[in-house]
């Protein structure tokens, strides 16, 4: 790691952007106003987004994102708040819960307390596959499911997900963890423990650029490509171009396969799903980090 400081940048942000949002999610709240004040909040401390802010409720563990005319009344969910932010390419990633129902405490608990002993296994230098049991063991404890198909992360720059993978359950890895940042994030859930794509897409990144037919596609594919090969949401582009426009240059990149798209992930068995993630540095000596800690 030839510098750890915008990493650390980037958490702090997150980690504050995290916490603004987490209080702001109440009843009686658009899901909608919620996201943008919190991707508000990630530019006024000095961030980028390195992805848009997911807010998944219930059944859905991810990859929710509010569209620009979303009406998502915040009343008595199981609400994920995920967030990451940029300095510079560098990325902290971090989410936590929150149980508006009053009725999932201890799956609120299961996530965060795995978390915490997940970052427990990594001060003391085991391996992945060691990491992955002691999140599977803590969530089951709880009397859940851990989410399988769901894990953490490598981090590079300007790249959210790289290897290695950072698994919620045994898979039996024997790689330990040195010089590098990633992000480790236990899925709890109710249900069955393993998510599926469902529902439309609103979250994109560009994988490939290719040529576009319309005036008005290529000023939209100039605009993703200023996220760098991040990804990106409709809402974002709806707010520098026309919405029409903007679900024709979807449309038209789609069928060329020039992006990825990221539906919501929900719990197969519609299980109920909690999640917790912090950034994690660990230095060549194997010290430990939490790059996103308050």
């Known amino acids: 790691m030839d510098t750890i400081a915008p990493w650390r940048k980037a958490g702090r942000i997150a980690a504050a952007s995290l916490a603004y949002g987490a209080a702001l999610i109440k009843q009686g709240v658009l899901l909608l106003e919620v996201t943008e004040q919190v991707e508000a909040k990630i530019a006024a401390l000095g961030g980028m987004p390195a992805f848009p802010v997911q807010i998944s409720c219930n059944q859905i563990a991810a990859h929710y994102c509010a569209v620009s005319s979303d009406q998502t009344l915040l009343t008595d969910q199981l609400v994920s ?125 560009l994988d490939k650029k290719k040529p576009v037919r319309s005036p008005m596609s290529r000023k939209i594919l100039q605009e993703m490509e200023s996220y760098q090969g991040l990804p990106f949401c409709t809402r974002w582009l709806e707010k520098k171009f026309p919405k029409g426009y903007v679900a024709l240059a979807l449309k038209e990149m789609r069928n060329l396969e020039m992006l990825t798209a990221y539906p919501p992930l929900p719990d197969v068995g519609k299980g109920m799903v909690s999640q917790a993630e912090h950034t994690l540095f660990i230095d060549e000596s194997g010290k430990v980090e939490v790059l996103t800690a308050i």
């Open 81 to 205: 708040l995920d967030v990451g932010v940029h300095v510079d390419g560098c990325i902290g990633d971090t989410a936590v819960t929150v149980d508006l129902s009053g009725n999932y405490d201890n799956l609120v608990q299961a996530s965060r307390t795995a978390l915490d002993h997940a970052i427990q296994g990594f001060r003391e230098q085991k391996s992945l596959g060691e990491i992955g049991r002691i999140v599977q063991d803590t969530i089951q404890g709880f009397g859940f499911a851990p989410v399988r198909n769901l894990s953490g992360h490598g981090l590079l720059p300007f790249q959210v997900h790289t290897a290695p993978t950072i698994p919620n359950y045994d898979n039996g890895d024997p790689t330990i963890i040195k010089d590098m940042v990633f992000a480790v994030e236990p899925f709890a859930s109710t249900g069955s423990g393993i998510i599926h794509e469902a529902g439309e897409a609103t979250i994109f990144s």
